[in-house]
Nanobody, 123 residues
């Protein structure tokens, strides 16, 4: 059974940094695509970042490129989202998602999701 568990959210001020973690358990493959998405109150879920578990060049949403970094620790089976220079617009519930093959920026490509972790950025 696949499980994704996010952690690391919290309340921070604009300009601060946070690191989110997504720990995987159960069946995983080196061909996996791991993604981060977020959903602000009253808005649709949006793509934030993705990477292949095997490495390669990550992809970022324009709104976070240069401020957010996605990475993984194979041994710990964990994917991270390092966020810096946070803005109030970054507020939302952040979700980790997985596809055991190739996936893009559409959340519908990802069959596995975590429960989400809240990030709130005050001005």
């Amino acid at each position: 059974q696949v499980q994704l568990v996010e952690s690391g959210g919290g309340l921070v001020q604009a300009g601060d940094s946070l690191r989110l973690s997504c720990t995987t358990s159960g069946r995983t493959f080196s061909t996996s695509t791991m993604g981060w998405f977020r959903q602000a109150p009253g808005k649709e879920r949006e793509f934030v970042a993705r990477m292949y578990w095997s490495g390669g060049i990550p992809e970022y949403a324009d709104s976070v490129r240069g401020r957010f970094t996605i990475s993984r620790d194979n041994g710990m089976r964990t994917v991270y989202l390092k966020m810096k220079s946070l803005k109030p617009d970054d507020t939302g519930v952040y979700y980790c998602a997985a596809n055991w093959g190739s996936a893009g920026v559409d959340g519908r490509d990802y069959p596995y999701w975590g429960q989400g972790t809240q990030v709130t950025v005050s001005s």
